[in-house]
């Protein structure tokens, strides 16, 4: 298994500014992932995060709205940039071991 | 692209049975999967179907047709702490994992 933790837990920001959540994990792990959760939504893949190469951007996403990095095999920050109301989601780290994937507890964003 | 599709509610009492189905459009496919979600909680895993049939884990079982692109997720002797939401999720070659648009169960008295 694997056990994950995150920083913030939650956080308010105002618009504008920019917040860098922090996943730490308590083994080396090769594939990170960043999801983001609408409340009362599903879960949206925002990128793949890959030790010594740049991270993989889904649909909808951009590396100058949601820098990532992945200095080390346990851990990786997501920075969300020039925030908007509309940023205000829960944001979850995932990494893959042993055929499962497993979640962070989640930073939850509020953005006013 | 992907589209995962699940009932959005399902209501179900104490001691019964329920099934939350996913049916998926992928254009690469590697396995389905099955989370659970608490209010707050992170999303944890339950299941996972990579060739078609049954997977068995307590009370807890899910299928697969890859031909039908369907699967489902199987509760048995429900109980109030199953409340929460189910999520089917398919994963892709490269690990990433799509995910439904989610089933919120509600389990009365």
């Known amino acids: 298994s694997a056990v994950i933790s995150q920083k913030p837990s939650r956080d308010i920001c105002q618009r504008g500014t920019s917040l860098t959540i922090q996943c730490q994990v308590d083994?080396?792990?090769?594939?990170m992932f960043w999801y983001r959760q609408q409340p009362g939504q599903s879960l949206t893949l925002i990128a793949t995060a890959n030790q010594g190469s740049e991270a993989t951007y889904e649909s909808g996403f951009v590396i100058d709205k949601f820098p990532i990095s992945r200095p080390n095999l346990t851990f990786s920050t997501l920075t969300v940039s020039n925030m908007s109301p509309e940023d205000s989601s829960i944001y979850l780290c995932?990494?893959?071991?042993?055929?499962?994937?497993?979640f962070g507890p989640g930073t939850r964003l509020l953005v006013l | 692209g992907k589209s995962l599709e699940q009932p959005s509610e399902v209501t179900a009492v104490e001691g019964a049975i329920v099934q939350i189905n996913c049916t998926y459009q992928t254009s690469g496919f590697y396995g389905l999967s099955w989370y659970q979600q608490h209010d707050g909680g992170a999303p944890t895993f339950l299941s996972y179907n990579a060739l078609d049939g049954l997977e068995e884990t307590g009370r807890f079982s899910s299928f697969l047709s890859r031909s039908d692109s369907y699967g489902y997720l199987l509760l048995q002797e429900l109980q109030m702490k199953d409340s929460a939401s189910y999520f089917c999720?398919?994963?892709?070659?490269?690990?990433?994992?799509?995910f439904g648009t989610g089933t919120l169960l509600a389990v009365q008295p």
């Open positions: 999720a398919v994963r892709s070659a490269t690990n990433k994992l799509i």
């Open positions: 995932s990494v893959e071991k042993g055929g499962t994937q497993y």
């Open positions: 083994s080396q792990v090769t594939m």
